[in-house]
């Protein structure tokens, strides 16, 4: 993997994209993976097209990592990577972060850092672009308010700053490992018992789409299939989840 380091850049799951299909225009079956780092930047991406405050001290970090396996294999890709972030972030800042399905980090109960994974089957040479978004060396009011999830920053939970490049080759190093895992199809035989223990609200009562109507699923959460589905125990049954988020239910 070879990596692309900027001062600052509109999102760097976008550079990812326009330098991989710059690279490869044509099929290329020794497409070699590529990194894009970025110190800032001016429109960062969240899921569903939200917008992904990214001020300076952050880790915004984006691959571009070819496809070697069939495009089911990359359905629980999200949980792989946040998998990878959070091994990290314990390694790094003594931290660790919870998996919220199906791409959010959380300290407590807020949120420190982001996943955001596409993949792209149908291009010359297919490849996904994840990126990864965590939020380290400064105050959370940078964020800007009102979130829709708490915020927190491994600077504001430690009292003190990180290295971001210890960080950064960590973060490539675990993801270096457990992607090749992922291309061979082995995610729920070697990464799923990894996750399970790493999963936020666990066993507790959660909602997933909606607040209201026939589309919302409540029930209890209990874990994520070998697909990186989530699974919610509900009185009609227990209900699987490929899109969508998990949102917990506090008590009245």
Not at 3 to 29: C, F, G, H, K, M
Request: net charge neutral; with cysteine; aromatic share 6%.
């Amino acid at each position: 993997m070879y990596l692309v380091a900027l001062s600052s850049i509109d999102s760097t799951n976008s550079e990812a994209q326009r330098r991989w299909l710059a690279d490869y225009p044509a099929p290329n079956p020794v497409a070699k993976a590529m990194a894009v780092v970025a110190e800032v930047q001016t429109a960062g991406q969240g899921r569903t097209g939200r917008n992904w405050q990214s001020p300076r001290g952050g880790l915004w970090l984006s691959i571009a990592w070819p496809m070697r396996g069939q495009p089911d294999n990359y359905e629980p890709l999200p949980l792989a990577v946040g998998l990878s972030a959070a091994q990290a972030i314990q390694d790094c800042a003594d931290l660790v972060p919870l998996i919220k399905w199906p791409n959010d980090l959380l300290i407590g109960e807020k949120k420190v850092a982001g996943i955001l994974c596409h993949a792209h089957p149908h291009w010359p040479t297919p490849a996904v672009i994840l990126g990864v978004g965590i939020n380290a060396n400064f105050a959370p009011e940078l964020l800007g308010q009102p979130l829709r999830q708490p915020a927190t920053t491994l600077q504001h939970e430690i009292q003190h700053p990180i290295d971001l490049q210890t960080l950064q080759n960590r973060l490539l190093e675990t993801l270096e490992h457990h992607l090749p895992i992922v291309d061979r199809g082995d995610f729920a035989e070697v990464l799923l018992p990894q996750i399970r223990p790493r999963l936020a609200w666990l066993g507790q009562p959660v909602r997933c789409g909606p607040h209201t109507g026939a589309s919302m699923v409540e029930g209890r959460f209990i874990g994520v299939d070998g697909r990186g589905q989530a699974v919610i125990q509900t009185p009609r049954g227990d209900q699987v989840l490929c899109t969508d988020e998990l949102r917990r239910v506090l008590p009245p």
